[in-house]
């Protein structure tokens, strides 16, 4: 039904850049928050940025002030621009959306299936 699409993913020296893209499609009716999450091996699934959409966005303490999540509504579509890389931060990064569809109006939660993101020192 739905899908998300994440890109952008890749390996970057410390003190660099990165910007995550993540496509939601499918018969969309609407889209509520969306964010970014991450994840690293023998660790619990962690948020990173959250963004409503009315585009109220909230940030995961360790990555204020380096990390900016925004949404195109009009293409779906969810970005995460990271700067000041720190090799903390690598991780497989997973968009998140919560969207209701032309068959189930209710709002449902979907995931992308992950993209590696590696901060070399």
């Known amino acids: 039904q739905v899908q998300l699409v994440e890109s952008g993913g890749g390996l970057v020296q410390a003190g660099g850049s990165l910007r995550l893209s993540c496509a939601a499609s499918?018969?969309?009716?609407?889209?509520?928050?969306m964010g970014w999450y991450r994840q690293t091996p023998g660790k619990q699934r962690e948020a990173v940025a959250i963004?409503?959409?009315?585009?109220?966005?909230n940030y995961a303490h360790s990555v204020k002030d380096r990390f900016t999540i925004s949404r195109d509504n009009a293409k779906n579509t969810v970005y995460l621009q990271m700067n000041s890389l720190k090799p903390e931060d690598t991780a497989v990064y997973y968009c998140?959306?919560?969207?209701?569809?032309?068959?189930?109006?209710?709002?449902?939660?979907?995931w992308g299936q992950g993209t590696q993101v590696t901060v070399s020192s």
């Open positions: 499918g018969s969309i009716v609407r889209i509520n928050d």
């Open positions: 998140q959306a919560f969207v209701a569809t032309m068959s189930a109006l209710s709002l449902k939660n979907y």
């Open positions: 963004i409503t959409s009315g585009g109220t966005t």
